[in-house]
């Protein structure tokens, strides 16, 4: 049902999340960042990405999963 599809949904949102935010964070410590204004925009990339996986593991804990 809808809620079924939501929980499947939210997961897999997390696990992009996950994949991007470990892939930034390759960039960040292997040497390939070129500048302070493009350090300054992936650090910014792993705020907003830690924020919405919070939010979407706050949605999944309160439906029970």
């Given at each position: 049902?809808?809620?079924?599809?939501?929980?499947?949904?939210?997961?897999?949102?997390?696990?992009?999340?996950?994949?991007?935010?470990?892939?930034?964070?390759?960039?960040?410590?292997g040497?390939?960042?070129?500048?302070?204004?493009?350090?300054?925009?992936?650090?910014?990339?792993?705020?907003?990405?830690?924020?919405?996986?919070?939010?979407?593991?706050?949605i999944?804990?309160?439906?029970?999963?």
């Amino acid at each position: 049902g809808p809620l079924m599809d939501g929980i499947l949904l939210a997961e897999h949102l997390l696990k992009s999340i996950q994949e991007r935010r470990s892939r930034i964070s390759e960039m960040m410590t292997g040497g390939t960042v070129k500048d302070i204004e493009e350090y300054k925009q992936l650090v910014g990339n792993i705020e907003s990405l830690d924020y919405i996986g919070q939010e979407l593991r706050e949605i999944l804990e309160k439906a029970d999963v």
